[in-house]
């Protein structure tokens, strides 16, 4: 599962140096982006909406003009070797984009030939297959439902069997069910050795599927760490505290920034972050002590990318 | 090169013309033979003949043309505007085809299948007045190049526009007024000196008098000044196209 930050563009399959976007109209929706993207990572790009998440996507992929700035895949230029670049990408937008009156097995093949590649029915077959969608293939596309429409898009994507794959907030709007088909889809592809770029505003997702996080806002990468060793660092822990006889208040003695009572009076959480010099752990021991409550039992709690992202993005400001 | 990806658009678009065969193909025809019918048959009795050529006769070059004007521009129009509309351009922006093999399978479909039409038009035509054909082989010529650079013409205006509305306003506001008065229906001989020379700023009158003198071997301007201004318009188209696709006019941001 963990994979190493590559340390240079030779190891990456994907090479983004200062990346700027700024739109017709003035806004600037990426500022000067660095990233390296390893081989066989599932990366998630996170940020709120407006961040420039599809900005960047739209970037490399050929949708979106960069104001300056160089992107390589597998060491080619997307603009001086798209052909090259592009035969190994594959995009499933945000938006939901199809022609309602092709059927599913010709937009697929559809996908494949605008790749150049040729027909492949057996591949073609095991992809439809995979995203449960082999039994639809002879029905029109405004024949299906929301979900099965969004996978067909993954299976266009998949198409020409491209080596590095995006998706662009792929889960928004879908079933619990759908959710789960698509990670299996994600996991297999990556045992396959394919590289899964996928962007996010849920931070629980990220925080299931990615190797690595990158935290983008207002146009800015923010932060690029390993989920693990982002969730370490950067978590908030929560103490637990069982008590051995209820408490009716909080005693001033102990009152300090993060300790609250649980309402039966039975526990005492308290709220630290990991990462400072002084957790005040050892100050709320004593001061329990010295006040007499004694301590039946203790659990901590690593708290959820969520928490960190809400910290990161409200602290900076 | 990926001109298998090419080949793909001109199947796909070929494929859509196929589902709308009704719009596509009866509804020109039909109403292309109407022209015939009504100005051929029934009025052209009673007219003139011009530059002794029966009118019913003297009318089919130019009604084909503006057919085959019409739908090559709406056609190729439609063909690029459709995705642009929908949203699924994505994926001709981002698979590894250039711009010249995206405009080779969308301006291909679209004039293959004005030349279809102008196939079943002329056979039509043919039910209903007495034609003959001097030049096949110029007449062939005129009717690619028409096809091909009046697809390419639509083609800009596809990617131009923003909304239906634009969509059809061109065909409807310039290229109709400028075939009906480009001489289809009479010879740019009976016209008033002044007006001669203000019609020869349109550039459908080449084409039209081109594509008559392959029928009959008459012109009203020179056949090489026509074969010329087909050739500067395409050029002209051309030139557009690939200058819309290096800047990513109104398809990338
Ligand atoms: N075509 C456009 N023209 C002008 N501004 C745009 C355009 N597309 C996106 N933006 C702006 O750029 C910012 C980033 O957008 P986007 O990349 O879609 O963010 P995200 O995908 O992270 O939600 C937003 O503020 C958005 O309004
Ligand atoms: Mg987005």
């Not at chain 1, 994907?14 to 990426?30: C, D, M, N, Q, R």
């Not at chain 1, 299931?208 to 932060?223: P, S, T, Y």
């Not at chain 1, 004593?286 to 709690?301: I, K, M, P």
């Not at chain 2, 004007?69 to 994926?91: C, D, H, R």
Request: charged share 15%.
């Amino acid at each position: 599962m963990t994979h190493e930050t590559p340390s240079g563009s030779a190891a990456a399959v994907l090479s983004i140096k200062g990346v700027s976007k700024t739109y017709a109209g003035g806004f600037t929706a990426l500022k000067s982006v660095d990233l390296d993207i390893a081989k066989g990572e599932i990366f998630a790009l996170l940020g709120p909406n407006g961040a420039g998440k599809t900005t960047l996507i739209g970037i490399i992929c050929g949708l979106v003009n960069a104001s300056s700035g160089s992107v390589e895949v597998f060491g080619h230029d997307i603009k001086g070797d798209f052909r090259l670049t592009r035969a190994r990408i594959g995009l499933v937008p945000q938006e939901m984009s199809i022609d309602m009156f092709t059927k599913v097995k010709d937009a697929v093949a559809y996908s494949r030939g605008l790749f150049g590649k040729p027909a492949d029915p057996a591949y073609v077959e095991q992809v439809l297959r995979d995203l449960s969608l082999w039994d639809k293939r002879n029905e029109q596309m405004r024949a299906l439902s929301g979900g099965m429409k969004r996978r067909v898009m993954i299976a266009k994507a998949l198409s020409h069997d491209p080596d590095i794959l995006f998706l662009d907030e792929p889960t928004a709007g879908v079933d619990v069910e759908l959710r789960q088909g698509m990670w299996q889809v994600v996991e297999k592809l990556r045992q396959r050795g394919k590289t899964i770029i996928l962007t996010t505003h849920y931070i629980q997702e990220a925080e299931e599927m990615a190797d690595r996080v990158g935290v983008i806002r207002q146009g800015e990468i923010v932060l690029v760490e390993e989920t693990a060793t982002l969730m370490a660092k950067m978590g908030r822990k929560k103490l637990t505290l069982q008590l051995a006889e209820p408490l009716q208040a909080l005693p001033e003695a102990l009152a300090v920034d993060g300790l609250s009572l649980a309402e039966d009076g039975y526990a005492l959480h308290f709220d630290y972050d990991t990462q400072s010099d002084r957790t005040g752990i050892t100050t709320l021991l004593s001061n329990l002590n010295a006040a007499g409550v004694s301590v039946r039992d203790l659990e901590t709690q690593q708290s959820s990318l969520e928490e960190i992202f809400v910290d990161l993005v409200g602290g900076a400001s | 090169m990926n001109w298998r990806g090419a080949l793909t658009i001109y199947k796909a678009e070929m494929a859509r013309t196929g589902r709308t065969l009704m719009q596509s193909v009866l509804a020109p025809v039909i109403s292309t033979s109407l022209y015939f019918v009504v100005f051929g048959a029934a009025i052209g009795s009673r007219m003139e003949s011009i530059d002794g050529i029966g009118y019913g006769a003297f009318i089919v070059p130019g009604l084909v043309m503006m057919m085959i004007l019409m739908q090559s521009v709406s056609n190729a129009a439609i063909g690029i505007y459709f995705p642009k509309f929908n949203g699924t351009v994505y994926e001709l922006l981002s698979a590894p085809i250039s711009a010249l093999e995206i405009v080779t399978g969308f301006v291909g479909a679209a004039a293959t299948k004005s030349l279809i039409l102008g196939a079943l038009v002329m056979t039509t035509a043919a039910f209903f007045v007495p034609m003959e054909i001097q030049h096949p082989l110029a007449m062939l010529a005129f009717l690619i190049m028409t096809s091909v650079t009046f697809s390419l013409f639509g083609f800009i205006i596809g990617i131009w526009a923003d909304n239906f509305e634009q969509l059809n306003i061109v065909p409807m506001l310039i290229v109709t007024p400028l075939t009906f008065l480009g001489g289809s229906f009479y010879s740019i001989s009976v016209l008033p000196p002044f007006w001669q020379t203000v019609t020869l700023f349109n550039p459908v009158v080449y084409l039209i008098s081109g594509f008559r003198w392959s029928f009959y071997g008459v012109s009203d301007v020179d056949i090489g000044i026509s074969l010329a201004a087909i050739a500067g318009f395409f050029a002209l188209c051309l030139f557009i196209v690939w200058r819309m696709f290096k800047t990513g006019y109104r398809l990338k941001t």
